[in-house]
């Protein structure tokens, strides 16, 4: 299974960033095989709106199976559902962090969005 991790940095050491539909770039995990790819997300940095419904799109197209991110709005998190990608909100430091509790199971799912819109 694929794991979509927000981060602003290319490696596992970078630090987790607490947007979604904003973060720079997502490190998408590959647990079978133990190995991630960075994918830039620019395009919706500055988006003036559907930052997070893009972003949605764009992991959903990747065949992820779950994200993990600091907070998700309601639009994206609506996105995230139809497409069957489970959210789990941490406060990690890092990517390799919040992996690491994905895997030892210390992040529950997330049951809705954590955060209003455009905050």
Request: proline residues 3%; aromatic residues 6%; glycine residues 10%.
């Amino acid at each position: 299974m694929k794991i979509a991790v927000t981060t602003s940095g290319k490696d596992l050491s970078a630090p987790l960033d607490s947007r979604f539909g904003r973060a720079p770039k997502f490190l998408i995990y590959d647990l079978d095989a133990n190995s991630f790819e960075i994918i830039d997300n620019a395009q919706n940095l500055n988006a003036a709106q559907g930052a997070g419904i893009q972003s949605a799109q764009n992991i959903a197209r990747l065949g992820v199976g779950a994200l993990i991110t600091g907070h998700c709005g309601p639009k994206a998190f609506r996105v995230l559902q139809a497409a069957d990608i489970k959210i789990y909100n941490s406060t990690a430091a890092t990517v390799e962090e919040a992996l690491n509790q994905y895997r030892s199971g210390k992040i529950a799912e997330a049951a809705g969005a954590d955060v209003e819109g455009h905050w």
